[in-house]
């Protein structure tokens, strides 16, 4: 009898291992590493995006692999998170590209890294390789000293500005490396020197041959392309890089004045308008690469639109999130200020509108309707800039005060008192760190806020952050990073604002003057500037002599000592602000 129950016992075990087709999927929380001391375990880390084809191959092929799926049975946790979901582990883990493959051992160290898809084959023999040796990786964020040391600094600018040139492919667009894409960062550091010949060949380079990633039936452009060419396209259409592609084209068509550029930032918006739109408010994250999660879809794309739809849509990430959603919004503004198109100019108030009443919770913006353990930097960062920028735009005091929240909230909760800010606050499986870009937009945001706010503590923050971007340590490792060339030339000197000098009460919409102030001003392809307009309610002090000297609207361009002549039309304020703000670079 009792051979027969271990047989029956046997049996049952045997079936349940046969018939299981993926692992047991365990959530990366809190609790997993204390899980996998009781257990005697290594814990596995799938981080994978719901619109990734190799995230799909790796799901359908490795993890569905029964030999894989014993042995992690056995001696792993198996973790699956959505990288999209939890930007507390994609701020640590965004350089390694997705499928992200992390193994930790039961202490949280780090034994195993890997971006993109692993074969069952290969992947077996490094599970059983690491469980016999879990040797903890060294660390790839460098310790150091952020104490300024000018000669120094100036070392890591200068091998910063050596390693921003040599990433450049300066006959093809783009990058040297393998993938072709623009970066918002290098696109605008390069459009702040434009003057350069050969930054001014790269720009249109870049920008005209994004074509071969910009969708021609439905509008809207793709992730990147591999092969280091234009046309080897990875298809996945992600929200926030539609709001990076909208604001890079309006920059450059306001100064090469390329219609077709224009034309593809408006095509961008019927994409998402068509396939993104949540009926609920904002706006879904993501479309997928493949029409089947898993084929590639080439010949599919290579269809018209009716062919398309006849087929079916990729599947939509239809999570809204703050971070690509506030990025969305601060590139609908600034696509209303370049065609005067008001619909464009709704659209981001309805955008932001929702961020405010959906996503906000004690001075600081969740991530997602789903996922609340952590607050995210990024979420703040993207949102605090399309603040600030919807402010000058609609001059009402509740966007001015939501904004000052958020960079209050940013330079006390996330500061970490070594110079950085961490990725996020709250529980979470890892201890916080940082992550480099995000506090190079964080730098220079509360730089900027800094004069915005006359608030002498964000200039302190800024400039410690600063120190800490242009250590050696830091300049030596990063491969390419010309935000912090845009935070050197930012950080020690104010922004010139523009100020409109409202002498007589009128409706904007019957005041060109000021109506075209405020849309010249949003649209103006230069971050570290500033608009404001007074009337004899809220002129400051040392404005009111000149407010008062004339009788009719004007406007002027100011730092703290200095301001222009008064300007009376919109062509002279134009002509003005570009050749001192943009041709002094």
Request: glycine share 4%; hydrophobic share 35%.
């Amino acid at each position: 009898m009792k051979k027969l129950i271990l047989l029956h016992l046997f049996l049952a075990i045997t079936f349940i291992s046969v018939s299981q087709t993926s692992p047991k999927w365990s959530h990366f929380d809190p609790t997993v590493f204390a899980r996998a001391k009781k257990e005697n375990k290594l814990v596995l880390l799938h981080l994978r995006a719901n619109w990734c084809h190799w995230c799909h191959v790796m799901e359908e092929k490795t993890y569905t692999n029964k030999n894989v799926i014993a042995y992690l049975a056995k001696n792993y946790i198996s973790c699956m998170e959505d990288h999209d979901e939890r930007q507390d582990l994609t701020s640590l883990y965004s350089d390694y590209g997705w499928p992200a493959t992390i193994i930790f051992d039961s202490n949280g160290k780090e034994i195993f890294k890997e971006a993109g898809y692993i074969a069952a084959d290969e992947f077996l023999p490094t599970l059983t390789k690491l469980r016999k040796n879990p040797k903890p990786l060294a660390s790839d964020l460098p310790t150091f000293e952020t104490k300024p040391n000018n000669s120094a600094q100036q070392t890591s600018l200068n091998l910063l500005k050596e390693k921003y040139r040599n990433s450049m492919d300066f006959n093809g667009g783009g990058f040297v490396f393998g993938q072709k894409y623009i970066d918002f960062d290098t696109f605008e550091y390069t459009f702040s020197h434009y003057k350069s010949d050969s930054l001014s060949k790269w720009l249109t380079k870049s920008v005209v041959n994004s074509t071969g990633i910009y969708d021609n039936q439905w509008g809207g452009v793709y992730q990147y392309s591999t092969n280091n060419d234009w046309n080897h396209v990875h298809y996945e259409k992600l929200l926030f890089i539609q709001a990076r592609y909208i604001k890079m084209y309006c920059w450059y068509y306001k100064i090469f004045k390329d219609a077709e550029a224009l034309k593809k930032a408006e095509g961008i918006v019927k994409y998402v308008n068509r396939f993104l739109t949540s009926p609920v408010g904002g706006y879904f994250s993501a479309q997928d690469a493949d029409l089947i999660k898993g084929e590639k879809s080439h010949e599919y794309f290579a269809l018209s639109d009716a062919e398309r739809m006849k087929k079916g849509i990729p599947a939509i990430d239809s999570n809204v999130y703050t971070t690509d959603n506030a990025q969305y919004a601060e590139a609908l503004t600034i696509l209303w200020a370049t065609t005067n198109n008001q619909k464009y100019l709704t659209s981001a108030l309805d955008d932001i509108d929702f961020l405010i009443t959906k996503r906000k919770s004690n001075n600081a913006f969740m991530h997602g309707a789903k996922y609340n353990s952590t607050v995210s930097l990024k979420d703040n960062i993207c949102a605090l800039k399309a603040l600030l920028l919807i402010y000058r735009t609609t001059q009402k005091e509740t966007y001015k005060k939501e904004a000052r929240q958020i960079a209050e909230n940013i330079s006390t909760t996330f500061y970490s008192g070594k110079g950085y800010f961490y990725t996020y606050v709250g529980s979470s499986a890892l201890k916080a760190s940082y992550n480099v870009q995000e506090n190079i937009e964080t730098c220079r945001l509360l730089n900027y806020c800094s004069h915005f706010f006359n608030e002498p503590a964000y200039k302190i923050k800024a400039t410690e952050t600063f120190n800490f971007l242009t250590s050696k340590e830091l300049s030596e490792v990063i491969s390419t990073e010309p935000g912090i060339l845009s935070a050197s030339e930012e950080i020690k000197d104010e922004p010139i604002t523009a100020a409109f000098m409202q002498k007589k009460a009128s409706l904007s919409k019957d005041d060109p003057l000021k109506y075209d102030y405020i849309r010249e001003c949003i649209s103006f392809p230069h971050f570290y500037f500033s608009s404001a307009i007074y009337n004899k309610e809220n002129i400051i002090e040392d404005k009111k002599e000149l407010f008062e000297s004339f009788d009719e609207n004007f406007t002027v361009l100011c730092t703290s000592s200095y301001c222009s002549s008064p300007m009376f039309t919109t062509k002279e304020f134009l002509d003005f602000l570009y050749k001192r703000v943009l041709d002094t670079k």
